[in-house]
């Protein structure tokens, strides 16, 4: 299973609202690689853990990406862990074949992570040029890179 691990302010959004023309470059990288999208941002606090909407600001996010035919697979657990433990956790209970990671922010990332982290520029957001960067990490599986 490939798997976008997905932030949402700063890389779908940089006003106000999910920007249509984001949601469509992350359609289109998932639409490339059928991968699945696991959201790791604090837009999560608004779904319940089986992703369904916890409030409006959930319903929000759960029908802009219906719209553009997405949707969200899981989400990482909260529990206090911090974002790069999250994912490793979620990574540890999941068959994944290759991973991105969409984010503005470098956390605390550890170098295992960093090397499938895809740094997106918070004023600019998602753009048309990372989808082939985007595609060509999640072909690349997990077993290539440790052989």
């Known amino acids: 299973m490939k798997i976008i691990f997905?932030?949402?302010?700063?890389?779908?959004?940089?006003?106000?609202?999910?920007?249509?023309d984001k949601l469509l470059i992350l359609k289109t990288i998932v639409d490339k690689t059928n991968a699945r999208i696991v959201l790791i941002s604090s837009w999560k606090e608004y779904l319940t853990k089986d992703c369904k909407s916890k409030n409006f600001m959930g319903s929000y996010?759960?029908?802009?990406?219906?719209?553009?035919?997405?949707?969200?697979?899981?989400?990482?657990?909260?529990?206090?862990?911090?974002?790069?433990k999250?994912?490793?956790?979620?990574?540890?209970?999941?068959?994944?074949?290759?991973?991105?990671?969409?984010d503005d922010n470098l956390y605390d990332y550890s170098?295992?992570?960093?090397?499938?982290?895809?740094?997106?520029?918070?004023?600019m957001g998602l753009q048309e040029y990372h989808i082939p960067i985007c595609v060509e990490k999640l072909k690349t599986s997990l077993r290539d890179v440790i052989a």
């Open 61 to 84: 996010l759960l029908k802009s990406f219906h719209d553009m035919q997405l949707s969200i697979y899981d989400r990482t657990i909260s529990d206090g862990l911090s974002r790069s």
């Open 86 to 102: 999250g994912i490793q956790q979620w990574l540890r209970t999941h068959e994944v074949s290759s991973y991105i990671i969409l």
């Open 6 to 20: 997905l932030d949402i302010d700063g890389v779908l959004n940089q006003r106000m609202g999910l920007e249509k």
């Open 111 to 123: 170098n295992s992570l960093l090397d499938h982290l895809i740094f997106i520029e918070h004023h």
